[in-house]
């Protein structure tokens, strides 16, 4: 009699990319949306796949057909379930390049009027030709932080909202004490909205501190100051990268392990959350094309709700108006 063995698949890991574009209800940010059944019917037609992408690299596919692992993208973003019998080293790590498949995703996502221009530069210490993607964030459950506690907890890929630095610019999100403020303007001397009075209570959205600083190797020269480095894994296409370890020994909640290397019982989910653009909602007259009154303040873009109290803008065109080489607002124009 022959012998057999089975096992099961399950799951390791689901990484959620949630949009608040698509998810906010005007000003209203989703997570505090107060009606529970509009909140989970909001996320059940959510698709990030209709201008986000996700796919691991070709090492990480190596690697998880290695431990015999399926990788799937899903409508929230993606998952990864293993055999119930695999055994994965703590240091193992797993990367997915995150890539927008649709050009308006930079019209209603804050944060995208940052340069991502790419970098190849040779080194003739040593010989080698180094390709940079400059501005694009590496989000990790090593330097992830969270939100909520006990069954509230909500990991978050990434890192905490830092304070403010001289080199910020329009949109730049930072914590002011307790407070969550994004940029209006370019700095220095910028302007600022409060999104809220405590950081803590919204996600912790992606933002400019999240792209790694880049340190070039002795002898290059011209690389750009944030980013990631470019080859054969890690493609021109990148708009964020993914990069999960196994075991995380500060804070066990963001390992996808436990300790003898098996998924663990309640498997993690890793949250990426974009901010939706805000603007200043400028009203111009359909004949004349004057202006007819102008928002006091910035309000977000959002596919569902109303932030403002007249017709809202598309998800369009987002003009910057300059002083030099300085952003001092962002303008949706609506024709009334």
Not at 80 to 98: K, M, N, Q, R, S
Not at 117 to 135: C, F, H, M, Q, T
Not at 164 to 177: K, R, Y
Not at 181 to 203: C, E, H, K, Y
């Amino acid at each position: 009699m022959s012998e057999s063995t089975t096992s099961r698949n399950t799951r390791l890991f689901e990484v959620r990319l949630l949009h608040h574009y698509w998810l906010d209800e005007g000003a209203v940010v989703f997570d505090q949306i107060a009606d529970q059944a509009k909140q989970a019917a909001r996320l059940q037609a959510y698709d990030m796949r209709a201008f986000l992408a996700v796919r691991p690299t070709t090492e990480t596919a190596g690697g998880l057909s290695a431990f015999r692992c399926l990788f799937r993208e899903t409508a929230l973003g993606c998952v990864v379930l293993a055999p119930d019998t695999a055994i994965i080293p703590p240091d193992t790590v797993f990367e997915f390049i995150v890539t927008t498949t649709h050009r308006s995703f930079y019209d209603y996502t804050s944060l995208t009027l940052r340069p991502r221009g790419i970098y190849e530069l040779y080194n003739a210490l040593d010989g080698v030709i180094y390709r940079y993607k400059e501005n694009v964030p590496v989000l990790s459950n090593l330097t992830g932080t969270t939100r909520g506690t006990g069954a509230n907890k909500s990991l978050f890929l990434s890192s905490e909202i830092p304070p403010p630095a001289a080199g910020d610019q329009v949109e730049a999100l930072v914590l002011s004490g307790a407070a969550l403020l994004q940029l209006t303007s370019d700095g220095p001397s910028a302007t600022t909205q409060q999104l809220n009075a405590q950081a803590t209570d919204v996600p912790a959205y992606v933002h400019q501190a999240d792209a790694p600083v880049i340190v070039p190797p002795p002898g290059l020269t011209g690389a750009p100051a944030r980013g990631v480095r470019l080859s054969a894994d890690v493609t021109d296409d990148v708009l964020a990268l993914l990069s999960l370890t196994a075991v995380r020994a500060n804070d066990d909640a963001f390992s996808f392990v436990d300790g003898a290397g098996a998924a663990k019982a309640a498997a993690p989910v890793y949250h990426v959350r974009f901010k939706n653009r805000s603007t200043i909602w400028t009203y111009l007259n359909k004949r004349t094309r004057a202006v007819d009154s102008t928002e006091a303040s910035p309000l977000p873009l959002t596919y569902f709700g109303n932030a403002g109290t007249k017709q809202k803008p598309s998800e369009g065109f987002v003009k910057a108006d300059m002083t030099g080489a300085k952003i001092t607002r962002l303008v949706s124009e609506v024709y009334v």
